[in-house]
């Protein structure tokens, strides 16, 4: 497994090895011990699954607040995304500083977002499959989001905001700046 660090400390992406042959190919997307090795021990608990039919739907930027706030791991099963996480630990020295990731079927990148940063993604394949592992299961009273195109982050999509497939929730989704984030950075 290949770790590499991003521009926001403990945003990592992690690429398994691919082994292809004349029937295609096959990696560990994750193994407890070979990852316990390297550093990063966590139970995950849930696996969820997506399927966005249209290119540019955007899911996100969503977040879960303690007692429930979730480590995810992102891959994609099939298609493409421009997979975002966005610092918003109160007192982070990156508070409000985001990082994207291309993440495909083909180059079998994984992003992992620690507690206390938005995540969110939007598709650029017809047909998308994201697939990704939360340490704590999905809470309802705990859910929550900030809106992807929110000038104050300047996220660049690659798509025209207004042409965004979303969801109510996320049309609905506050500005940063009317936000208040329910995360701290412990240094």
Same mark, same amino acid.
């Given at each position: 497994?290949?770790?590499?660090?991003?521009?926001? $400390?403990?945003?990592?992406?992690?690429?398994?090895?691919?082994?292809?042959?004349?029937?295609?190919?096959?990696?560990?997307?994750?193994?407890?011990?070979?990852?316990? %090795?390297?550093?990063?021990?966590?139970?995950?608990?849930?696996?969820?699954?997506?399927?966005?039919?249209?290119?540019?739907?955007?899911?996100?930027?969503?977040?879960?607040?303690?007692?429930?706030?979730?480590?995810?791991?992102?891959?994609?099963?099939?298609?493409?995304?421009?997979?975002?996480?966005?610092?918003?630990?109160?007192?982070?020295?990156?508070?409000?500083?985001?990082? %994207?990731?291309?993440?495909?079927?083909?180059?079998?990148?994984?992003?992992?977002?620690?507690?206390?940063?938005?995540?969110?993604?939007?598709?650029?394949?017809?047909?998308?499959?994201?697939?990704?592992?939360?340490?704590?299961?999905?809470? $309802?009273?705990?859910?929550?989001?900030?809106?992807?195109?929110?000038?104050?982050?300047?996220?660049?999509? %690659?798509?025209?905001?207004?042409?965004?497939?979303?969801?109510?929730?996320?049309?609905?989704?506050?500005?940063?700046?009317?936000?208040?984030? $329910?995360?701290?950075?412990?240094?």
């Amino acid at each position: 497994m290949q770790i590499e660090e991003t521009e926001l $400390p403990g945003v990592l992406i992690l690429t398994p090895r691919v082994f292809g042959d004349a029937r295609g190919s096959f990696c560990e997307a994750w193994n407890r011990a070979t990852l316990q %090795g390297l550093g990063i021990d966590l139970d995950f608990v849930q696996d969820n699954q997506s399927i966005s039919a249209p290119v540019g739907t955007v899911r996100g930027l969503h977040y879960q607040a303690p007692p429930h706030a979730q480590d995810k791991l992102v891959r994609v099963g099939h298609g493409a995304i421009l997979d975002v996480a966005v610092d918003v630990r109160v007192g982070s020295p990156t508070y409000g500083r985001w990082v %994207g990731v291309e993440l495909t079927a083909g180059n079998a990148r994984q992003l992992l977002v620690p507690k206390g940063f938005l995540h969110g993604f939007v598709t650029r394949e017809p047909d998308t499959v994201v697939l990704y592992k939360t340490t704590d299961v999905y809470a $309802p009273d705990c859910d929550g989001a900030v809106h992807f195109a929110d000038p104050d982050l300047g996220i660049d999509w %690659g798509i025209d905001p207004a042409s965004a497939v979303l969801s109510d929730k996320d049309a609905r989704a506050p500005r940063f700046a009317d936000w208040t984030s $329910p995360f701290t950075y412990e240094a």
